[in-house]
């Protein structure tokens, strides 16, 4: 009796909090099938759908140029955080040297810096490199926080990739990156998706650093979403449509690769 007690407890809390998190996400998207007229003056259940908001904004170059720019961005971050990440994984749990310790700490407080902190020296930089306003230099700053993250995630996987095979693969001749990119590395798999996934998504979302670092060039959706408060009113309509998909990449990432990211977390989270 008891144990089904705390299980309807453990479904009650379990449902509030799903709750508490699906009820805004479905505000969002409801609130983009309204008009504005409606979402100003009807009953939040009120509902006639249209697509007007949705027009509006596919209409909108800027939005649909923001959208391409967040994608590049965020491609070019997870991939080259993942890459460097992945080396830096490896040497890390392979080899030891001298303040191994204390230069992975370094490492990983980096990514506790405030990113208001690093915004005006990477404006200055960039502006002085010529990357102000370029999707490189934006990737570059995301970067910056997704390196150290990546890092701390692939430790435990690549920790717990077994050494017999790295040692065979010595003994028939594999050279050192050999053993990295053709034994670790797809052993590695799940915990690669996982950080990839992460990565892409804290990069897709960000907001201060494009605010900052971005122009009419490489403005990012986030950007010309907040654009949508308006100057004297919120567009509501178009700014929930626009919000929406930004959210559709998020579920078709987080659904497609569900497999992986369960499997990464419970394996990352059991060896780390």
């Not at 890390?92 to 980096?110: C, E, H, P, S, W």
Request: hydrophobic share 55%; net charge positive; aromatic share 16%.
């Amino acid at each position: 009796m008891k144990k089904r007690l705390l299980k309807l407890f453990l479904f009650a809390i379990a449902l509030f909090i799903v709750s508490v998190e699906l009820v805004p996400i479905l505000v969002i998207i409801t609130n983009g099938f309204k008009k504005d007229i409606d979402i100003w003056t009807k009953s939040p259940f009120y509902f006639k759908p249209t697509v007007h908001s949705y027009y509006l904004i596919f209409s909108n170059r800027d939005f649909k140029m923001s959208l391409r720019n967040s994608f590049t961005a965020a491609t070019i971050s997870a991939l080259t955080s993942v890459f460097f990440a992945s080396l830096a994984a490896f040497g890390f749990t392979r080899f030891d040297f001298k303040l191994k310790f204390l230069l992975l700490i370094a490492i990983l407080l980096t990514r506790m810096i405030p990113q208001i902190t690093l915004a005006l020296p990477f404006y200055l930089l960039f502006r002085t490199l010529g990357l102000k306003d370029n999707i490189v230099g934006l990737s570059v700053a995301h970067i910056s926080f997704n390196l150290p993250y990546v890092l701390a995630l692939l430790i435990p996987f690549f920790a717990s990739v077994p050494r017999d095979y790295e040692e065979a693969a010595r003994i028939d001749g594999c050279k050192m990156f050999g053993v990295f990119w053709r034994i670790t590395l797809p052993l590695s798999s799940a915990g690669l998706v996982v950080a990839f996934v992460f990565a892409f998504l804290m990069s897709w979302n960000e907001f201060l650093y494009a605010l900052v670092l971005t122009g009419p060039n490489a403005k990012t959706a986030p950007i010309v979403i907040n654009a949508f408060l308006g100057q004297y009113a919120p567009l509501w309509g178009q700014l929930s449509a626009s919000s929406t998909i930004m959210l559709l990449p998020v579920f078709a990432i987080t659904l497609g690769f569900q497999r992986y990211i369960l499997k990464g977390l419970w394996t990352g989270g059991l060896k780390g």
